[in-house]
């Protein structure tokens, strides 16, 4: 994405799609607006707070959507060979599915260092300090994440609204929601189903619908505007799906509120 590599970067991707691989691994976190990435043939959006791993030598695509801003980690081996312990907590990190969702409390310090790193721009030395204490942070995040799940805890909700609020407006799939909280698909849809009491994908359409009530009530989009904003493939496929919902059409439960 750049063509002097430095060991990290805050940056703006290009709104037009683009294709490459390289021969280190990168961390990629969202900081503002949405950037679109594809790993091994899985597409994903990366919002705040979210974010990708990339492997030496993965073809990925990515492309900026709009105004975005996203915070970029170098991780050449030249670099880790001169850090074992970090070495060992970038494996670590790397064992785990490619995209993440980062916790409320790891945002926050996020935006806190990032703001420190774009203050000083020309500040080696404490770009790459910023860098390693985030990995750092994020290695011990995932671990913990994981060891609840070990001890059948249950899901946590609120990382998983989250990643269907910032991804309602295009398909979502189990195994995506599966990555916001570090389980394989099998095991995620066998635990949400017993925890909420429906399946992944009931939950979600919930969910849009939910939103396509509040949008119908509070706004004055039209119901193809609705459509697209609430991810139903058309408006009739989404006219079709209400009525069978709520037994009134969009239109008319509009007029009704």
Known sequence: MASELKHSQVIALPNHPSLHAHEYRQVVIGLQGQTEFELSGRGSLVGPGQ???????????????????????NLPESVLHRELSMKD???????????????????????????????NPHDIMLGRACA?????????????????RRHGHRLNMDIIDLYIRQHISRKISVAQLAGSV????????????????????????????????ELLCTSELNLAQISDSCGFASQSGFTSAFTRAFGVSPARYRQQH
Do not use: W
């Open 51 to 73: 974010g990708c791993l990339v492997s030496e030598s993965e073809l990925h695509a990515f492309s900026g959507v709009g105004q975005n801003e996203i915070l970029v980690i």
């Open 182 to 213: 570090f389980l394989a698909e099998s095991q995620f849809h066998q635990l949400f189903k017993s925890q909420v009491g429906v399946t992944p994908h009931q939950y979600v359409l919930k969910k849009r619908f939910e939103l396509a009530q």
């Open 132 to 148: 390693d204490t985030l990995l750092c942070v994020m290695e011990r995040h995932f671990r913990e994440q994981i060891a609840p």
């Open 89 to 119: 907590k970038v494996e670590r990190l790397f064992e785990r599915d490619a995209y993440f969702q980062l916790d409320s409390q790891a945002q926050t310090l996020v935006k806190a260092l990032t703001s420190e790193m774009i203050a």
